[in-house]
T-cell receptor
């Protein structure tokens, strides 16, 4: 089955700097890669996603890149703000109605 | 759009009792919903896949007789923890797969269950 590895597990950045979180996946059939932000005591919130027919997607300060050949995808947050502090999860799925396989999460701390 | 609610947000129950958690997709239909369990500082662990009108599919190691799932409509799935024990205390989160929007899952806010 699919296996998703996520790095780093913790990340501290100064406010205004960029943050990058990387994930790798094992199943070349995976075609959907979402990123979720989870704040303490809340459910994960979908912040951006990318499909296998696209190499990069951007939404304001957030961008995701996908390298299908290498089977890895990354989340980029620019101009970080304290409210970006949370746990971020990457995930992958092979078909539209299959469960997501999650990475172990990255705890991002943005220091003011 | 794409809002998922859960009720209750937290519950405390005594050992041996049953607790029902509701998951609703408020502004979209969801033929498939998922139930996850999350321990502190850990990732989400898939418990089961719930399909409207059919039996749920449970992940290996999840007791189907203990965690009863019902998906009676396109907007509602319920998880009942039967004969709860302290080790069932956890954060339970549901997600709903948006019909027609391939792969997009939206999560509820979670339910904190504490069994005393």
């Amino acid at each position: 089955g699919e296996n998703v590895e996520q790095h780093p597990s913790t990340l501290s950045v100064q406010e205004g700097d960029s943050a990058v979180i990387k994930c790798t996946y094992s199943d070349s059939a995976s075609n959907y890669f979402p990123w979720y932000k989870q704040e303490l005591g809340k459910g994960p919130q979908l912040i951006i996603d990318i499909r296998s027919n696209v190499g990069e997607k951007k939404d304001q300060r957030i961008a995701v890149t996908l390298n299908k050949t290498a089977k890895h995808f990354s989340l980029h947050i620019t101009e970080t703000q304290p409210e970006d502090s949370a746990v971020y999860f990457c995930a992958a799925s092979t078909r539209g109605n299959t469960p997501l396989v999650f990475g172990k999460g990255t705890r991002l701390s943005v220091i003011a | 759009g794409a809002v998922v609610s859960q009720h209750p947000s937290w519950v405390i129950c005594k050992s041996g009792t049953s607790v029902k958690i509701e998951c609703r997709s408020l502004d979209f239909q969801a033929t498939t919903m998922f139930w996850y369990r999350q321990f502190p500082k850990q990732s989400l662990m898939l418990m089961a896949t719930s399909n409207e009108g059919s039996k749920a599919t449970y992940e290996q190691g999840v007791e189907k007789d203990k965690f009863l799932i019902n998906h009676a409509s396109l907007t509602l799935s319920t998880l009942t923890v039967t004969s709860a024990h302290p080790e069932d205390s956890s954060f339970y989160i549901c997600s709903a797969l948006a019909s027609g929007r391939l792969g997009e899952q939206y999560f509820g806010p979670g339910t904190r269950l504490t069994v005393t």
